[in-house]
């Protein structure tokens, strides 16, 4: 059993399943998932798209697109407080203010009619109680914060006359607006050029370092995380098949699905023959594969992964991974 | 002559095409079931048309006799909604009234339609002055409110089944050349065209074989709303007078001539006024229902 | 957005002048002789008065001759003469068209103040009864023939209850019934219209980014997705104008309303040619400048346009 200490958890998600209704069946998008972040660090949460991790994201939110998603169990804890538990009163008012969320596409993410000011501007008045001067001048602090000198002049364009850069370092302001202790950035770099997904980055870890605010990086790049992450949690089909401190996973990746997510980190500094990817398709979650989840797709299958589902077991010290190769009962299979 | 692999290349995403309007139609027909306002609105058009095109035979009386002597009689048996102010069946002049509206409706749509599928598809595909100047034409036409230009075709021309089918039908289909040509725009930056142009298919078969067929599931939604319409617009001119003649059985001209004698006799406007209500209502709920059937997003 | 405003200008003039030739084409269409037609049939006018008279009207000149003076007249503001009363018609329309017109905002008021609201709950209650309700009303509301609820709206309110006025004009009682008459379509259409817009919009990412906000629902609707909503709406109404403008046609013939589509009906039955085809022009032509005017305030609320 793992200990926590708990004075130091800001965030500890405990079982939480967050399934879907779809009309092709019931969706297990989030399948049992167990996380924790401590104040202060950059915890990366990697897996391919459609894996439930924005899923785990808007669950933490309560963000849910209902009435088809909906949270069936599980505990939030954010500083001890369920947060489960709260009204919606109660989890508007940390929404924006002590956890904010930055999402993918910051085009869309933007109201189109309203100036990048005024949405910032109404971030920052939905928790504070500032003078409309004030608010303004932070506002245009808070694009200086994200890397935006002229903010002055930002401040009063439509976010259509931005740059895909720009805009999402305007998403940025808005989520820092009133200095949130968690930051959930959702494939915050995606639809952005190389170059400037680099400066996002850095701008995200400054952020860290200057205020001690603590992230939640969902990503498909395994190349950032390592960038980036203090703590990594790999997820598949639904539940988290690999979890350790960052240089761990990478030094030592220990489930199968990990292996190959490193392997086909498209990488330019040397020459590969051919630019390798995983087997197979996405899985299904509505019909997930009896046994590890991972089996049809899994290079090192045996019989026991089609029958049996692997609990998360430990590799090395907080290095855990979801696969029968690392269960005393079935390595054999392995040798 | 092409190499058979690359044949077989360009056959399948022809194929695809093709299963692509295929499935469309499928679709549309099985997420319709689900909607029980779109069932209802099927289930009353096709009870609605077979009563029109069976009306000679279940007519319980003959809509054109009078009868003087019983003027403005009041529901009872046998006649279910009385008498018009000739002593008239009413029901039995409702249902061969089903049969004019409809028939009305269909011509004015067909028209209509193949006039506006012809220019949408000629005017999107090709581009250039052909499209400049059709859409300026529609653009006229689309100038006047529909009914006020129909009301002035009509007061030219005299009132006539056939004169009502063709003024609807002009100032109905630039609505639909419109919608089609957005259409035909979006399918021409499709693959399988530029596919069938590298094969070497001229512009006239791509528009016939590839690009009108395509067009066929917003038609059907087009097709259904528009009969709602024209049944309306068809129901107006007859109001006026300007529409189908009497002693025709029409459900606009109906109310006309049953208005003066609204309060002894309100079942003799009435019952008109409620049958187009209702049989307008169904087409919009089965067009609608087919519209959010297209509609990709709202699928599952 | 000056250049914006002279574009659409210039755009607009080509239009009113293919809606003047259609006009015309309906004109010199009329059955019989034009020149009884425009003199009055009187059948006892000698020969030399007809050939006066049609050297007069113009009619002895080639089409497209016929068609520049008839341009010019328009341009003048000389629409013909009433073939019944003599009168020039533009004055039969001056007397009518602001009563269509008064009508018309009322009606379009009535339907903007039902519509929006109703589409509006229909949407944030979504699938539930009341947006069942809503649906299937709004749909059934524009399934009616204005004519015949205005014919159910006299018997009950007029005959029956005796609470209103069955026909005319004057007071703001004349105008209740025929405002519901000719409004209550178009509420319904306004309804579904902004149902639907409002759905679509509320799927966007801009709202959920609005909820991580902490923003409270009240909020995020009125201020985020109505205010996107308002754009496309906006449009619509001003395309619905005209069906308002053709419904004013049965509903004023209905209510005995002194407005324009009373005067054009009545003169079909007379056979008045040169009013029809007035009304027609001055019809068709308030249509253009209100979707004019509609495409200027479009240019104004969405910034997207008036920066192109």
């Avoid at chain 1, 169990?73 to 009204?87: A, C, E, P, R």
């Avoid at chain 2, 309007?21 to 096709?46: C, D, H, K, P, Q």
């Avoid at chain 2, 009509?154 to 100032?171: Q, T, Y």
């Amino acid at each position: 059993m793992r200990l926590l200490n708990k004075d130091n958890v800001l965030l500890e998600v405990k079982n939480l399943k967050t399934y879907i209704e779809t009309s092709a069946g019931l969706v297990k998008a989030v399948d049992d998932v167990s996380f924790n972040i401590k104040k202060g660090e950059i915890v990366g949460l990697v897996g391919e798209s459609g894996c439930g991790k924005t899923m785990v994201a808007l669950s933490i939110m309560r963000l849910l697109p209902e009435p088809h998603a909906k949270i069936i169990d599980g505990n939030i804890y954010f500083n001890g407080l369920d947060i489960l538990k709260l009204s919606e009163d109660e989890m508007r008012s940390i929404r924006g203010n002590k956890i904010s969320i930055v999402f993918q596409d910051p085009l869309t993410a933007l109201n189109p009619i309203m100036t990048v000011g005024e949405q910032i501007v109404e971030a920052i008045l939905s928790h504070q109680q500032l003078d409309k001067k004030e608010a303004w001048r932070r506002a245009i602090q808070l694009l200086r914060i994200v890397g935006i000198a002229d903010g002055n002049v930002i401040v009063n364009q439509y976010p259509f006359r931005l740059s895909g850069g720009m805009r999402q370092r305007v998403m940025i302001a808005i989520a820092l607006a009133c200095n949130p202790v968690l930051l959930i950035a959702d494939e915050p770099t995606t639809n952005l050029d190389v170059s400037i997904q680099a400066q996002i980055l850095e701008l995200i870890y400054n952020i860290r370092n200057t205020s001690g605010t603590s992230v939640l990086l969902i990503t498909h790049n395994l190349g950032l995380v390592a960038w980036l992450c203090d703590k990594v949690y790999v997820m598949y089909a639904g539940k988290i098949v690999e979890e350790g401190p960052c240089e761990n996973i990478f030094v030592n990746p220990s489930h199968p699905y990990t292996k190959l997510l490193l392997r086909s980190i498209p990488d330019v500094s040397f020459v590969r023959e051919k630019l390798e990817t995983i087997e197979g398709e996405v899985p299904n979650l509505i019909k997930v594969p009896k046994g590890c989840r991972f089996n049809p797709r899994c290079p090192h299958v045996r019989d026991c992964c089609k029958k049996v589902e692997p609990d998360l077991i430990e590799v090395s010290a907080n290095h855990y991974a979801r696969c029968l190769m690392w269960d005393s009962t079935f390595n054999v299979e392995w040798r | 002559m092409f190499d058979t692999s690359e044949n077989t290349m360009w056959n399948s995403k022809k194929e695809e095409a093709e299963e692509i309007s295929v499935n469309e139609l499928r679709t549309m027909l099985l997420t319709l079931r689900r909607s029980r306002t779109a069932t209802f609105g099927f289930i009353y058009v096709i009870t609605i048309i077979a009563i029109a095109i069976l009306s000679p035979v279940i007519s319980p009386f003959d809509p054109y006799v009078q009868n003087l002597s019983k003027r403005l009689e009041p529901p009872s048996f046998p006649h279910v909604l009385g008498l018009d102010e000739f002593g008239r069946d009413v029901f039995s002049r409702l249902i061969n009234g089903a049969t004019i509206s409809l028939l009305v409706g269909l011509e004015v749509v067909l028209l209509a339609l193949l006039i506006g599928v012809v220019v949408g598809t000629v005017s999107g595909y090709y581009g250039g002055k052909v499209d400049m100047i059709f859409m300026r034409i529609a653009d006229v036409f689309l100038a006047f409110p529909s009914l006020v230009l129909a009301i002035g075709i009509m007061a030219v021309v005299g009132p006539s089944i056939f004169n009502v089918v063709l003024s609807l039908a002009v100032v109905t289909w630039p609505h639909y050349a419109r919608v089609i040509r957005s259409q035909t725009i979006t399918l021409k930056k499709m693959d399988f065209i530029t596919a069938a142009i590298a094969m070497g298919a001229s512009k006239k078969r791509i528009l016939i074989t590839h690009i009108i067929p395509n067009t066929v599931p917003p038609v059907i939604v087009l097709a259904t709303l528009g009969m709602g319409s024209a049944i309306l617009a068809e129901a107006g001119l007859s109001f006026l007078g300007l529409g189908v003649t009497p002693p025709t059985p029409s459900w606009g001209s109906m109310i006309a001539s049953g208005r003066d004698y609204i309060l002894q006799a309100p079942h003799v406007v009435i019952a008109p006024g409620l049958m187009i209500t209702i049989t307008v209502l169904a087409f919009n709920l089965l067009g609608d229902g087919l519209r959010d059937a297209l509609d990709p997003r709202l699928r599952g | 957005m000056l250049a914006y405003i002279i574009k659409r200008l210039a755009l607009a003039v080509p239009v009113f002048l293919g809606v003047s030739i259609i006009v015309f084409v309906l004109m010199v269409s009329t059955p019989g002789d034009p020149v009884l037609v425009r003199i009055g049939l009187d059948p006892n006018v000698s020969p030399e008065k007809v050939e006066s008279a049609r050297r007069e009207l113009g009619l002895d000149q080639p089409i497209h001759i016929q068609y520049i003076k008839f341009l010019e007249k328009l341009l003048q503001g000389d629409l013909g003469y009433n073939i019944r009363t003599g009168r020039p018609v533009v004055l039969d329309i001056m007397e009518t068209l602001p009563n269509t017109m008064t009508l018309a905002v009322t009606s379009l008021l009535l339907a903007i103040t039902i519509g929006i609201p109703a589409g509006i709950i229909s949407a944030k209650k979504q699938y539930s009864k009341v947006d069942d309700f809503v649906s299937v009303g709004s749909l059934l509301a524009a399934s009616m023939p204005n004519f015949w609820l205005a014919l159910v709206l006299i018997l009950v309110f007029s005959y029956w209850l005796k609470l209103l006025p069955i026909s005319g004009y004057g007071t703001p009682l004349h105008l209740i019934l025929p405002t519901i008459a000719l409004g209550g379509a178009l509420a319904g259409t306004i309804t579904r219209f902004t149902r639907s817009n409002l759905l679509e919009i509320i799927r966007q990412d801009f709202i959920r980014t609005a909820k991580a906000k902490g923003l409270k629902d009240r909020v995020v609707i009125f201020k985020h997705a109505l205010k996107n909503a308002y754009i496309p709406i906006i449009t619509v109404i001003g395309l619905q104008f005209g069906t308002l403008l053709a419904g004013a046609f049965f509903v004023e013939v209905v209510f005995a309303y002194p407005g324009i589509g009373r005067l054009a009906v009545q003169a079909i039955l007379q056979k008045n040619y040169p009013v029809i085809q007035g009304v027609i022009l001055v019809v068709s032509i308030s249509f253009v400048l209100i979707n004019l005017l509609i495409d200027i305030i479009y240019a104004y609320i969405d910034p997207r346009v008036r920066y192109e």
